[in-house]
């Protein structure tokens, strides 16, 4: 019985023209989503690749200098994308990609494309994830909404309940049916999609098919959800357009409205800090001290200095840093980048804490939203969520404090006071090796998603709890 | 008979409540749209005022250690001196840095150039979120300044803004095609479209009030509180007496008109193709999702692809290919001390350093000008492609109209930005000769700086940028509006088609 009524429903959407429609828009949507993606996956790929190749020559082949001057030169790190970024550049365009490590001086990751890309980018990019998390869910409420509502109005449904169709089986037929039609899009996305994994992409490939498999399960959970909300809506609206009004009304709010709202609200929860309040508090600790540090940090910079000098002094037991064996102003120095580091630790922890506080907060409108959960599991399988970006944004800074010291550990060693000058070369500069991002592992990646894995879930099971107790209540009329 | 079919339908919309829920929801969202762009041009505001602050506090210490010199030497009546560059703090009698122009205008004084926000600011954040709206001039290289990196959490940049330019362009058709989808399947599927026609009304005439009632409601509610959105702004802001706010606020109105008189078009064309009400849901859904969500997409993917910018890692990479090879040409034996520290050079060193410094920020700038010149024009090119292509989706046209009537537009920004580039020329200019002629400034100087006024735009300017989408997109309303209305006249009241 439920064949019959899924066969039934499958072959009355596929003939209605809207569907037809629908359809072909939304596969030619989905194949042109997985090309531009694929495509721009490549390029960026390939410039990061070459880029990075080149900053590693440059630091290589920079003319035999200083090594401090070196420092000052610097390197670039350049972040790669993950593999599944093809699929879902989640904050992509939005977040730095590169970093100008230099001496004395903590910078922000910086080249976000949409900064350069015009305001129309703004509107949102068109990728396979996009497409089944906006799109998707719109086709099974225009698909399914007059499952129930519609026969209703023209009176079969009365016909098929005087048969003693259970509820039950009445409703995972139309299950059935509706899914099908739209498995017709999604199974063609599926395909590209483990195609492209399978003859691959360059790059990253840790653990891609176990986060290709979770995604294909989140998305999955996202549909059913949509799905059984549309027919339970329509089991219970007293007309068919009824029926469509709500649901529409329901997906513009869960996905346009809400994700919008939530991310102002979270804003106004935790503000985030302008630049040149970052910069200003950051350099004033620095030259003054940071209250509540133990230690030397809490003394302003000058006294810092000075009671390492006579520490120094007194080790070496001699009366002047011009009779340390050591090169003093390159040790000098060296104390004020360790102290920068702890002090830009701090500001840069608490800006990262901001940012996750704004993303728990925005998780938490998941209970009005199926497409928040969604969201955020999306982009933490895919690698271009908040936390692979703020991996990359802690590991570029010790790696930039590594380089620094090295460098200025070559002129305290080999050079005094007396004789302070040293050129260095490649042999020098090569002791740093260079910058690597390691992407997360799996469950790096899932922590702080348990919220949105139980939501997400959730969503799928109350909406079956409700279509389930919709269609047990079904009136003929 | 149009005046009765429009009270009529007036009294019958105010009565519903779905209605009254709808344009009570427009009304929230626009107020909760204002708010949070206010607070993005606050705090835009905010960070432009610590930089402000920083800035002069730092010409301030320059300022007090000079004046301190001036006294001391005239009280001894000893002649003043030049002072070589020096990142050491003078001792007491020694020449100061504020003496060497070189020192004041390259590292030690910046100018803050700022991009005040205008009067409709908070009405569509734009990119003000990504960038910063003030960039600090000083000697070294150009490229520097060019990258204002403004700190925001990305999942909010992806987001974007819940401004009142997203609930024009998003929200706003959503409440328009709740209003128009049933304007005559609802009658006709109630039956009560027949009874009309039996009185002495065309159905074009009938139509035409339905619509004039709904366009009107909308716009009353847009009106009052787009006033009370402009007040609200404007006294946070305090640009309530500035008449150029109130100049764009009438063309904010003006484009909300427009871009809703498409909406209803598209909402009467339905109508006239004489379906069932959830077809014509179903149609303008779609018609909503394609021109608000795809069509800006894959406008945006059609500008990149075709004039893909060089990647700013490429900029980067010939910033350094330059440097390496500016760095080449020098002498060797400077390379040796600390080029960047000079309070560890030789005496006789430093009388060069800033020289060398100098030559080499200018053989970077050269160097790098074509890539970035190459640069800049594949974004002119991406935007006059969106330009064109605005006119297929009246979403990226109101986009560009509402950014450029907010003054957040790209438009505005790379205009300031060619300003500040031109300012810094006249930044050079006050303190190059300075610095070369071994001048030694005095503090009376210091009020002469100069200082950069980024001026108003004209209206006329605004008006220019923005004439283009607005006409297409009243062209397309008037033709949406004047074809279905045509259609009207094969309307069976009867069959469906």
């Known amino acids: 019985m439920i064949r019959d009524i899924a066969r039934k429903e499958f072959i009355c959407l596929i003939r209605d023209g809207r569907f037809k429609w629908a359809i072909v828009i939304m596969l030619l949507l989905l194949m042109t989503s997985f090309l531009t993606g694929y495509q721009r996956y490549q390029s960026l790929h390939s410039i990061q690749e070459a880029s990075q190749a080149r900053d590693n020559e440059q630091w290589l082949s920079q003319d035999k200098k200083n090594p401090h001057t070196a420092a000052h030169f610097g390197n670039y790190a350049y972040k790669p994308q993950g593999t599944l970024a093809f699929f879902d550049n989640g904050i992509g365009n939005y977040a730095g990609s590169v970093v100008w490590l230099e001496a004395h001086k903590t910078n922000f990751a910086q080249n976000r494309p949409a900064q350069d890309n015009g305001a129309v980018s703004r509107f949102g990019d068109l990728t396979p994830a996009m497409t089944l998390q906006v799109l998707l869910p719109l086709l099974i409420v225009l698909m399914g909404f007059s499952a129930f509502a519609g026969e209703r109005e023209s009176g079969t449904l009365r016909q098929v309940m005087s048969l003693g169709v259970s509820s039950r089986t009445l409703l995972l037929g139309k299950l059935l049916g509706t899914s099908a039609a739209v498995g017709l899009v999604a199974l063609p996305a599926i395909l590209i999609g483990v195609g492209v994994l399978t003859f691959g992409l360059p790059g990253d490939n840790a653990q891609v098919g176990q986060r290709g498999l979770l995604l294909l399960l989140f998305y999955l959970l996202y549909a059913l959800a949509f799905l059984f909300l549309t027919l339970g809506v329509s089991a219970v609206a007293r007309t068919a357009k009824g029926a469509l009004i709500a649901l529409i009304g329901f997906w513009a709010m869960a996905t346009f409205i809400l994700p919008k709202a939530a991310a102002d609200i979270s804003k106004m929860v935790t503000p985030t800090p302008t630049y040149s309040e970052f910069y200003h508090l950051a350099r004033q600790t620095s030259l003054e001290g940071m209250k509540g540090a133990k230690g030397l940090l809490a003394l302003p910079q000058g006294r810092h200095i000075e009671t390492a000098r006579r520490q120094l002094l007194k080790q070496y037991k001699v009366a002047s840093v011009r009779d340390l064996p050591i090169y003093w102003v390159a040790y000098s120095m060296q104390i004020i980048e360790d102290r920068d580091y702890a002090i830009y630790q701090k500001f840069l922890g608490q800006l990262r804490e901001t940012f996750f506080r704004q993303q728990a907060v925005q998780d938490r409108f998941g209970l009005l939203s199926p497409l928040i959960p969604l969201r955020s599991l999306s982009m933490a399988t895919s690698g271009t969520g908040l936390v692979d970006q703020e991996r990359f944004n802690q590991t570029v800074q010790d790696f930039r404090i590594g380089m620094i010291r090295q460098m200025n550990n070559e002129l305290i060693e080999n050079t005094t006071m007396k004789d302070p000058l040293y050129i260095a070369g490649e042999e020098v500069f090569g002791k740093v090796k260079p910058y690597r991002y390691n992407p997360p592992t799996l469950s790096e990646s899932f922590e702080g998603q348990r919220m949105n894995l139980v939501l997400l879930a959730a969503w799928c099971a109350l909406m079956a709890a409700f279509a389930f107790a919709a269609v047990r209540r079904l009136r003929a009329q | ?497």
């Open chain 2, 1 to 497: 008979m149009l005046k009765i079919i429009f009270s009529h339908e007036v009294r019958q919309l105010l009565k519903s409540p779905a209605t009254l829920f709808m344009l009570g929801l427009l009304a929230a969202a626009m107020v909760f749209g204002i708010y949070n762009g206010t607070r993005a041009v606050e705090r835009q505001n905010k960070s432009a005022v610590v930089a402000v602050a920083d800035e002069a506090a730092a010409k301030q210490r320059v300022l007090d250690q000079l004046v301190a010199y001036e006294r001391f030497t005239a009280e001894r009546g000893i002649p003043r001196v030049f002072a070589p560059v020096n990142h050491a703090p003078p001792r007491p009698g020694q020449s100061p840095q504020g003496t060497n122009a070189g020192a004041v205008g390259g590292e030690l004084v910046k100018e803050v150039a700022i991009l005040p926000p205008t009067g409709l600011a908070a009405f569509a954040v734009g990119q003000m979120d990504l960038q910063r709206n003030y960039t600090l001039v000083d000697m070294k290289n150009k490229f520097n300044m060019s990258d204002n990196f403004e700190i925001e959490n990305p999942l909010n940049l992806m987001t974007g803004t819940f401004d009142i330019s997203f609930v024009v362009i998003f929200l706003l058709p959503v409440f328009i095609i709740a209003l128009t989808y049933d304007m005559l399947s609802g009658e006709k599927e109630s039956g009560t479209l027949a009874l009309a026609m039996t009185q002495p009304v065309s159905l074009r005439t009938f139509m035409a009030g339905k619509l004039l009632s709904r366009i009107a409601l909308l716009m009353l509610v847009i009106v009052i509180i787009g006033l009370y959105a402009m007040l609200f702004s404007g006294s946070a802001l305090g640009v309530l007496d500035d008449p150029d706010a109130w100049v764009r606020f009438g063309l904010f109105l003006l484009a909300t008109f427009i871009y809703s008189l498409f909406w209803f078009g598209l909402g009467v064309f339905v109508n006239s193709l004489n379906k069932s009400s959830e077809t014509n849901v179903t149609i303008l859904s779609g018609a909503w999702l394609l021109i608000v969500v795809v069509l800006p997409a894959l406008i945006s993917l059609t500008a990149t692809t075709a004039y893909p910018a060089p990647s700013r890692m490429e900029l980067k990479v010939a910033m350094r290919d330059a440097s390496i090879a500016a760095e080449k040409a020098e002498d060797d034996t400077t390379k040796a001390y600390y080029t960047d520290h000079v309070e560890m050079l030789p005496e006789k060193e430093t009388e060069t350093y800033l020289t060398v410094f100098l030559a080499r920020q200018d053989a970077l700038e050269k160097a790098v000008e074509p890539v970035f010149a190459q640069f800049r024009g594949q974004l002119e090119r991406q935007e006059a492609i969106v330009g064109w292509f605005q006119l297929l989706s009246p979403a990226v046209a109101m986009q560009n109209a509402l950014n450029e009537i907010s003054g957040n537009s790209t438009d505005r920004y790379n205009a300031y930005m060619d300003k500040v580039f031109a300012f810094q020329k006249e930044w050079k200019q006050f303190f190059t000769p300075r610095y070369l002629q071994r001048e030694i400034m005095d503090s009376s100087m210091y009020d002469d700086f100069p200082k950069f006024e980024y001026g108003k735009e004209a209206p006329y300017v605004v008006l220019g940028r923005i004439l283009l989408s607005a006409f297409a997109v009243l062209l397309i309303s008037i033709g949406m509006n004047a074809y279905a209305f045509l259609r009207l006249r094969r309307f069976g009241v009867r069959e469906n088609s």
